[in-house]
């Protein structure tokens, strides 16, 4: 086992934490009773179809 130090290689931490956020809150999500009612749910709330 050869130490890294011995290899020239620098071990220390390149980065650091300047600070910590928690996530902001998001919306809970919902059940959809059918296919069709999760494709209209798609198409006219979430405009993604």
């Known amino acids: 086992v050869v130490p890294l130090a011995s290899l020239g290689i ?3 931490p390149r ?3 300047l ?4 996530p902001k809150q998001r919306a809970g999500g919902g059940r959809v ?3 069709a009612e999760l494709v209209t749910r ?3 709330e ?4």
């Open 10 to 12: 620098d071990t220390s």
């Open 33 to 35: 009773a059918d296919v």
């Open 46 to 49: 979430a405009k993604v179809l």
């Open 19 to 22: 600070s910590y956020a928690p």
């Open 15 to 17: 980065v650091k934490v």
């Open 42 to 44: 798609l198409k006219n």
